[in-house]
């Protein structure tokens, strides 16, 4: 079992930068691979950025050059560097692990943080 607290959302406005940061349970965090989801209202879940064991990373075209995954295994953190931000980012941002290789699919992850909330003015 895994339990994941994202945290770091908030509002900034088009153009800023934010890093969230999501803090796992357990002693087993290097054995997953991590990812960050995010989700808009009426929209559906869409995939943002995977990091996989050994630090493979793969974005979605839409963050990147822009995104920046990275992983803390020693602190069981997973953090995401939001730089030049734009309204269309705005959506509740979810942390995900999963046992396997990097996915794009949602459905692929076992466990899944509450979510944070960002918010780029325009």
């Known amino acids: 079992q895994v339990q994941l607290v994202e945290s770091g959302g908030g509002l900034v406005q088009a153009g800023g930068s934010l890093r969230l940061s999501c803090a796992a349970s357990?002693?087993?965090?290097?054995?997953?691979?991590m990812g960050w989801f995010r989700q808009a209202p009426g929209k559906e879940r869409e995939f943002v950025a995977a990091?996989?064991?050994?630090?493979?990373?793969y974005y979605a075209d839409s963050v990147k050059g822009r995104f920046t995954i990275s992983r803390d295994n020693a602190k069981n953190t997973v953090s995401l560097q939001m730089n030049s931000l734009k309204p269309e980012d705005t959506a509740v941002y979810y942390c995900?692990?999963?046992?396997?290789?990097?996915?794009?699919?949602?459905?692929?992850?076992?466990?899944w943080g509450q979510g944070t909330q960002v918010t780029v003015s325009s």
């Open positions: 995900a692990a999963d046992a396997g290789g990097i996915t794009i699919r949602p459905d692929r992850y076992d466990y």
């Open positions: 357990g002693r087993t965090f290097s054995r997953y691979t």
């Open positions: 990091i996989s064991q050994t630090g493979t990373t």
